[in-house]
């Protein structure tokens, strides 16, 4: 999809949705404040455009920056007659991600998700069931289910990266796409599914995810054939995942209600999650809930993955990719070639390569919510606006983690400003920069429960490839594909690599 269409239909859909927010709006909420307070500036534009003709000249992101560099951390940005408000930087993000559901919403922006999730999961539910379903993610993700999931995360990467050769040139994009599809295969949906039926799942999973588009956002049941096959591929995984399901209670039933012959996936977490009324999970929400973790996690943790290679590959960056690699010796000399959950808590270094990729490569472009009632935001200036109720809310990311005060020399990939004492005020650590100054995984309220389980994933895979392999990029720096609603790299992303001799890797 060309730029000016993306453009097009993203400034179509906030008009709509904005519209359509603005008609369902109840007694408006009165403060004490609003009399007082300006509300945010307003970015200049066309009379009856706005910024229309920017997007279309420069791009989404270029007007964002455009706009904060003109106006500061909060800004409104007019498209056509209808308005976004942008929150830029930690002093200004408070109430986005920690405000009550009551007060800033995501549901008013997020239907669009109910066809690939299924009914009666998160965003088909009210705030209160879909609050108890995260907490069954969350029971998912606690530090002892980590642990087995550690287990098998290694053996598939092992026996993944087994039938590599001595050495090669492979497109590191797609080979990550299929390994994480297996791992997460198995650590979701069980043996059932990874050894029996991956080629179909993963053929669905596939078409679920090219029916996310850009027009689904605005128009989720449009009869295109994206959406066709995306509704197919739901109904089919639907039945199989059913039938897993229907098979794993009744071994359970057989039991007398435990778990049965020791499995050790989300699904079977799933299944015996109990809501506070004491009812059990259905086959159609557990189910759901498998597809929404799939869905969110796979492309989060393949692009990430790649984003991590290509920055470590580039030449510039060789001394950080020096400094993972003999982290990488230095747990070898320690514990031999066993990796399990409490080895990768030792690597630090690591785990800084994969959150300053995220920093400069997040997920989303924006987050995006619905102000239920009016709020004030302070900017570090000392600049008060009050937002009103009814605005579509948008906390840019990628200009978030941007911010020279919070991160010296942004758009340097630097590990090191991690977590490392002495590097100044400004050097993004989480106590230095404040609570919201990196928001790759959200935060707050609506904080991602499945962090833990990403970083592990894509630090199993880059610990298993350092210690193996001697890697070469052999294609320049990826662009980044903003036509999608989750930007991944552009392209191939072409890696050449020599297996290490077996004395160095063990």
């Known amino acids: 999809m060309e730029l000016a269409s993306v453009i097009i239909w993203l400034v179509v859909f906030i ?29 200049t534009g066309s009379p009856l455009l706005g910024v229309l003709p920017a997007l279309l000249a420069k791009g989404p992101l270029q007007v964002i920056r455009d706009a904060h560099a003109e106006m500061g951390s909060v800004f409104t940005v007019r498209l056509l007659h209808r308005k976004v408000t942008f929150l830029v930087g930690p002093d200004v993000s408070s109430h986005f991600y920690q405000g009550l559901d009551s007060e800033i919403s995501q549901d008013e922006v997020s239907q669009f998700t109910i066809p690939t999730f299924g009914p009666g999961v998160a965003f088909d539910v009210d705030f209160a069931t879909r609050r108890e379903q995260f907490r069954f993610f969350g029971d998912a993700m606690k530090p002892a289910k980590l642990r087995t999931y550690a287990g098998l995360m290694v053996r598939e990467v092992e ?23 297996l791992v997460a295969s198995r650590c979701l949906f069980g043996e059932e599914v990874r050894s029996k039926m991956l080629g179909e799942v993963a053929t669905h999973l596939r078409e679920l995810n090219d029916g996310m588009r850009l027009v689904t956002i605005m128009f989720p049941h449009l009869p295109i054939p994206a959406h066709r096959r995306r509704d197919m591929a739901r109904a089919r995984l639907g039945e199989i995942f059913s039938d897993i399901v229907r098979s794993r209670k009744a071994c359970m039933s057989e039991s007398g209600g435990g778990n049965t012959n020791d499995v050790d996936d989300m699904l079977q977490c799933l299944i015996g999650s109990r809501y506070k009324d004491g009812r059990s999970t259905t086959e159609t929400e557990v189910v759901g809930m498998l597809v929404s973790a799939l869905f969110a996690g796979q492309h989060t943790s393949s692009s990430t993955g790649t984003w991590t290679g290509a920055r470590l590959l580039a030449d510039d960056n060789v001394v950080h990719l020096r400094a993972a690699v003999r982290e990488q010796e230095r747990i070898v000399a320690r514990h031999g070639g066993h990796v399990d959950y409490e080895v990768l808590q030792e690597m630090e270094a690591l785990h800084r390569c994969v959150k300053e990729t995220l920093r400069l490569h997040p997920p989303a472009m924006v987050l995006l919510r619905h102000a239920r009632r009016s709020f004030v935001v302070r900017t570090r200036e000392g600049e008060e606006y009050e937002v009103p109720e009814g605005s579509t809310v948008a ?36 106590a230095g920069a404040g609570a919201f100054a990196y928001t790759a995984f959200g935060g707050g309220r609506h904080a991602c429960v499945g962090e833990a389980f990403a970083y592990m994933q894509i630090k199993v895979i880059w610990s298993h490839l350092l210690r193996n392999f001697q890697m070469e990029m052999v294609s320049p720096l990826p662009e980044t594909d903003w036509n999608v609603v989750m930007p991944g790299p552009k392209g191939k992303v072409m890696v050449s690599y020599k297996r290490k001799p077996l004395s160095a890797a063990a």
């Not at 603005?22 to 307070?37: D, N």
């Not at 087994?162 to 497109?171: H, I, K, L």
């Open 15 to 43: 008009t709509i949705v904005s519209t359509k927010i603005a008609r369902q709006q109840t007694t408006a909420y009165q403060t004490t404040r609003r009399r007082s307070l300006p509300p945010p500036p307003v970015a």
């Open 159 to 181: 026996e993944y990266f087994a039938r590599w050769g001595q050495s090669g040139t492979v497109d590191l994009k797609q080979e990550l796409e299929h390994l994480v599809t």
């Open 395 to 430: 906390s840019p990311l990628v200009v978030h983690h941007s911010l020279p005060y919070v991160y010296g020399d942004p758009e340097r990939y630097d590990p090191g400003r991690f977590g490392v004492p002495g590097r100044g005020a400004n050097d993004g650590t989480d």
